[in-house]
Structure formats: C-alpha cells, structure tokens
C-alpha cells in the first residue's frame, strides 16, 4: 500500500513560501488559470479538481474579497481538508514558482490608501509626491500630454532629476501624439521627453511591445543573457503568441507610479488637461471625503477620473511590474528587492490590505476578467461597478444568466450618452434589457453632461474596492496591458462608497425598461458593436 505520510508535506515544515505558493496555485485554479502555464503542475491541478466544486469555491472566494490572501481562508472552503493541504503542499513544495508569482496577485497588508477623485486633487498630489522623491520614480502611463499639467509634471521631474533622483518613464509615444480636441500639438510628447533625457531620465515607448518572430528570438537571448528571469521572459512569449495569432496591436494600458519604495500610485487617469486639469470643479457644499469636496468637472472637455495613493509595502509588487515591462522593452537592468529600490524602513503605514492583479496580451486567464464576473456572480449584498465602458460580451453574458435574487443587488454606473467609445451606448442597450428586469439598477452618468473615465467597484459584503486601469471591453479583457488594486478596510471602503454615491447622486437611474432593447437583433447599433469590439 502507498504510504500516505509520503505524499504529504506535514503543515509543521511549511515555510513562507510554501504557503504562498499554495495560495497561488489556488487563486489562479479557481479562476481559470492552466497550471501549466507555471510549470507542469498536473498532480496539483488533479488534487484540486478530484475535491474542489469550482462553483462553490469561486463563491466562497467571493466571499472574502474575491481573492485567498491567507493560508487560514481555505479551511472554510468547500471540499478543502488538512489532508489535501499537506498534498499540495507536497506538490509546490518543490516549485520553481517565479513564472506563477509573475501570474497570480500578489498581496500586501499594512498599507494607507488615500483616494483621489477630478483632476485638481489628483494633479496637487501627483506634483507633491514627486516633489517629495529622493531616490527614484518608476512611472508607466498611456498617454502623457503635451498640455498645461502635463508640463506641470514634467516640470516636477525634471527638479526631480536636479535633486539628483533616479526617472524610469514608459509612455505610448504613438497614441499620445494623436492628442485630443483636433490638436495634435498636445500630443508632441517629444518635446517633454527631451528635456527630460537631456537632464538624465530614461524613457522607453510602449508602443513597441511586439516583436518580429526573428527579432524576439534575437531579443530574448541577448535579454537571457544578460540576467533576465525566464518568469519575465516568458510574459514576452505569450504576448508574442497573441499578436501572431490574433493580429491585433497591443497596448500598455496600465498607469501607476511608484516613488522610493514606499510610495505608489495606481489609477485609471493619464496625465493631460483632461485628466489632470487645475479648472475647479463644480463642488457639492453636503459632500466631502477626507475633507475634499465631491463634484463634477465645469468643462465639458474635462474628464471626471481618479486615483489612488498607497503608502506601504505595495510598492514592492508594483515595481516588480514596472521591471517586467521595463527590461522586455530593452531597459537597464535593476533589481525590485535591491536595498535602494526597497529600503529598510518601517512598511507598517495604515490597515489597508492591498493585492495587485495585472493581465497582458495572451495570458492564460485574465484574472482582472475573472475577478468582475465573480463579483457580479456571486453578489449577495450591496455591489457597485462604475465604468465608462461596457464592451464586453462575456460580462453580458454572465450579467444577463443572474437570476432576481442576485441582480438586485447590482448597480453600475456608466455615462451613457456622453461618451468617447462609439458603440458604448449601442451594447448597454443590446444588453441591459434582462438585467434591468431582473433588478440590476442602472445609473447614466451622461445627466451631468460630463464624461465620467472613473474604473471602480464596491463590494459591501467584504467590504473591498477595486480600482485601476481596466475597461469593461474586449480589449482590457484580451489584448492590453492592465493592472488594478484590490483595497480591502473597512473604513477605506467606506470613503469609497460616499464618493460612489456621490456620482449615483448626480447621475440618472433609469426607470423604464424602455431605455434598453427587447430585441437587439432589430438595431443596427447591435451590429457595430460587435464588429468593432476588439478594435474600438
């Protein structure tokens, strides 16, 4: 007979990694994820699927926030026992687990999260955080614009760099220089990225995140060479096999900043007037969190948007990110752990448990994905997803499969008519119809008249909120570089959800079945929503 004692791994011998490596190969399970993917883990994924109801699993991960950040969470779960613990742990025990750490979120407790909301808050910290800066500032965002603030924040860095600072910047110099509002003068990001390299800043183009075969090939062994991980390399791979298989370019659609490593910035905001503009906003007098008023945008080209400053431990993973990208697209080498870049200092800042989740261009599952159509499928108290688009077919599908006692407890925000996606409007209407009858509530953000590019959610229950650069559409959800924030506290999710009903407060919810379509098929809109989804 098989000793058993022999396929176990007792929880007396477990260690720090053993135990995060459990969590990992779990959480990316659950949602979807091949094992392979990490290394041939075929006896963890059969452990886990001889004993696990996928269902019931998801539902009680839901039921804690949407993601396991501790070994002791599983012992509630469904079809978990000591037994299939100490097997598993047996099976990761011996991992190279780099590539599933590269994969799975990856958590961080302790942190203080401050929420930002409109551009002259989140513009007046953006410029006091790299005025603060000694070390160095790690910066990845889409568009930097050539326009009033977002030389207010080139002008920050570059007293950063006489300060002696270290600047890593990734921008897309491409899709900046289309600009806005029928300018292409404030898409010149070339004038800003010369004074920065002149002063000594490194900057990269994200624009180029694809390879030839020929090239990769090349690439990869020079990078190989030169120290880079396989855990990174093989990221390079899979956005490799999606651009050959599907054709379709690939954007780093991510923004986030981290400053010394301890301070972060995560959000769904670009640096421009649009975005980060001085203009005050139009206040409520009733409505302020943390002693700054709520309000919408005064000018119709002004974008109503946010982000978030964390102050603790996150910096670690969110620079391990920046590294990823940063060496793939041919930056200098430097190392996330080295004392400089994660000084010995005091990480414990607040009580803000933090967990970063990120996808790319052909991974294996979207965990960001995976995580919104749990949340919504396992809603059981109070759930609220602002987003300004609502593109993607399979968040649709899974909406419109709730039966009343879940959908009711629903509600998403979204700006309907005033709106920069030009078939936003024509899947809502193609899609809402059996949601809204089932009692998904919907709020138009378009009855302020201002466009509203906030990405948020809610979650009551485990009162956790998410926040970062992800649209609900086929492109976040397929063929982008994304990343967002899960913040679970108690009194954080609270601040939240003031500023969330602050933008239901203003927005119109839609009372009549009328607004959405019965019969989408009999809409044109239909039509050219779906064949631009993945283009748009």
Known sequence: MEDLHMNKLPAAEWDNRVEQDIINVVNYYLSGGSLKAAKEMDKAKELLADVLNDREARAHRQALGGVITEISQLSGMPGFSRELLERLALEVSGLDSDKLR???PQTTRHNRVDPYVNGPQCLEMILEEIGKARRYIHLSIMLFFNDHSGNLIAAALLQALERGVEVRIMVNYTVTALGYGKNLEVGKFSKISRMLENAGARLLDTFNSYYSAAEWSEKRAELKSRGVSESILFLQDKVQEDVEITGLNVIDHRKFMVIDGITSIVGSLNFGDQYTYQTPIEASSLVEVDGRPMGTPSGEEEWHDGCFRIQ????????AVFQSRWLLLGGDHF????????????????EEECTLFVSFPGNPVNLIQQYYLDLITYAAEETVIVNPYLIDQAFWDRLGE??????CHLAICNPLEVNDHPTNRAAVRSNMYEPFLNGVSFYDYSFTGRFSHWKITYDHRSRAVFHGSYNINERSACHDFELGLLVKGEGFAKRIKSMIDYDLGVSKKISDKKEFFKHPWMHPGTYLNKATQNYT
């Open 312 to 319: 603790g431990a996150a910096a670690l993973p969110l620079n």
């Open 335 to 350: 190392d996330p752990e080295d004392d400089f870049y994660h000084p010995d200092t005091n990480y414990a800042l607040g």
């Open 102 to 104: 590269m994969l799975a």
């Open 402 to 407: 709730l039966g009343p006692d879940c959908s």
